[in-house]
């Protein structure tokens, strides 16, 4: 917020706040993962159904359609949905915020319908089928659900959307599967994908507290203020996560697109937690910075590097010996062509841990120029890289652009926030979890020499033996128990 809109807002009444001003991590965190945990084995099983049942060159098709609605819903929200959360959690005035971000979206919305409209054909031929008129009604469906779930976050009701992206999964996993058996092919993942959005979009809509109210000029001038660096920032996560894929259908097949993103979604798995630590966090950080309460930000931070880092450390020791066995065994041996991008990918989602932590921080520190110049740098680094190293490598060489972006990426966040606030890590307990990741992969090693992980049983006993041992190394450590029964008690208190 500038200073011109400070001195304005010093002098109106606030309104009594709608939503609570205080945030259960334990308990927000828990019962998004909880959820997020059952939407993942949901997601992941219709995945491997979906694999099977059209095979890599019409998931393929999906998955470019999926990448072409990333592309629309990016620029046609530029930051919008971070500006209006990010307001909103500091309370007051949230309707004529909400409002304007409406009116803002539409309008964004409206010239790019006009743009997929005029290059229809175009876009029919890359993604493999006639998608365009679709594609404008999963965009517009897909920007007003998601600015409903932004609002709640930042109504500091993070874990109410849990159960809304779940229900989302649900509807698109259903309507897909029924249109499947009557034979729509790739159609059935696009119209379940709108059905869930549409769903999704009912229940936010009826769930956010925030009613709309006339906004001013200082409203709209407030979110482009806070927008125009965050839409770069969100520009760059759309490269980030898309980016490697819209190159390999470029230049490679739709067989290998289908194989790189499944190998993608698999290494999502193990993200969860950051993204839920980020989700969860920011909204409160920003009450506190607003409120001058810096001293409990850093040990927050701290906790939350951890937390995010948990599971993504194993599964990372896990993917270095199963990627084949997962690839081949779940999906089929048409898959297993990304083998080499799913090691590269899952250590990749180490840096993100870490990055989902450091992004949440400056954002709360209403900083976005920050994320911006960032973004700015390992944009320009994951496209050029992309374009040099797809047709020259393959899928490991969109791995390893996507992979050395988010490296860059980290740091220059890192740099930025040690300037603006202190930030540590809890060594020790990385460590051990490190420690505990190597212990699982000698185990995990030991057991394929006497049962290789090369059909469905045995692999799944690999995987359950790995957890097992990782969690009680982990729990021969009394920093990371304590902070376990610290965290139950908070949300179960």
């Known amino acids: 917020m500038d200073e011109k809109t400070r001195s304005v807002d010093s002098v109106r009444p606030v309104a009594r706040p709608t939503v609570p001003r205080q945030l259960n991590f334990a308990r927000a965190g828990g019962l998004l993962l909880g959820i997020e945990v059952l939407g993942a084995v949901i997601g992941f099983a219709a995945t491997v159904y979906f694999a099977s049942a059209l095979g890599a060159t019409r998931l393929g098709v ?33 309707g004529e915020m909400l409002a304007a971000t409406l009116l803002l979206k539409l309008a964004l919305l409206g010239v790019l319908a006009v743009v997929v409209t005029a290059f229809r054909e175009a876009i029919n031929d890359y993604v493999g089928a006639e998608v365009a008129a679709l594609l404008v009604v999963a965009a517009l469906l897909y920007e007003l659900s998601v600015l409903s779930i932004h609002v709640l976050r930042g109504e500091l009701r993070t874990e109410q959307t849990a159960l809304l992206y779940f229900v989302r999964l649900v509807a698109y996993v259903a309507v897909a599967v029924v249109l499947i058996q009557f034979g729509y092919g790739a159609a059935a993942l696009i119209y379940g994908l709108i059905a ?6 009912a229940g936010g809509a009826t769930r956010v507290s925030t009613r709309l109210a006339r906004p001013s000029r200082r409203h709209f001038r407030s979110l482009v203020d806070y927008a125009k660096y965050n839409g770069v920032w969100a520009l760059g996560g759309h490269v980030y996560n898309t980016m490697d894929l819209l190159v390999i259908g470029y230049f490679l097949t739709q067989a290998h697109v289908a194989g790189y993103e499944i190998a ?21 950080l920003s009450a506190w910075r607003t409120r001058g309460e ?10 939350s590097l951890t937390a995010s880092l948990f599971l993504v450390v194993p599964a990372f020791f896990g993917v270095l010996l199963l990627s084949e066995n997962l ?16 090691v590269v990918l899952m250590g990749e989602k180490i840096v993100a841990a870490v990055n989902v932590v450091f992004d949440a921080t400056i954002r709360a520190f209403d900083r976005p120029d920050i994320g911006a110049y960032a973004t700015v740098v390992s944009l320009t680094v994951n496209i050029v890289l992309n374009v040099a190293l797809v047709p020259r490598y393959g899928l490991l060489g969109a791995a390893a652009a996507t992979g050395l972006a988010m490296a860059l990426n980290t740091a220059v966040l890192g740099v930025s926030l040690g300037r603006l606030h202190p930030v540590s890590f809890a060594l020790r307990d990385i460590g051990w979890c490190v420690g505990a990741g190597a212990v699982m992969v000698l185990v995990l090693a030991g057991l394929a020499t006497v049962v290789p992980p090369t059909t469905a049983p045995a692999l799944v006993g690999h995987i359950l033996l790995g957890g097992v041992v990782y969690f009680l190394v982990v729990l021969s450590s009394s920093s990371l128990r304590g902070k376990l029964r610290a965290n139950v008690a908070n949300f179960t208190g």
């Open 62 to 94: 999906f998955f470019l359609f999926e990448a072409a609605l990333a592309t629309l819903a990016t620029f046609s929200d530029f930051g919008l949905r971070g500006a209006v959360e990010k307001r909103i959690s500091e309370g007051g005035e949230a």
């Open 196 to 201: 869930s959005y549409l769903l999704m979009l």
């Open 264 to 284: 993608w979604r698999l290494t999502l798995m193990a993200g969860l937690v950051g993204g839920i630590v980020g989700n969860t966090v920011f909204a409160q």
């Open 294 to 303: 810096f001293e409990r930000i850093e040990g927050t931070v701290r906790e």
């Open 327 to 342: 690839l081949g065994v779940v999906f089929g041996p048409e898959y297993v062509l990304a083998a080499g991008a799913l």
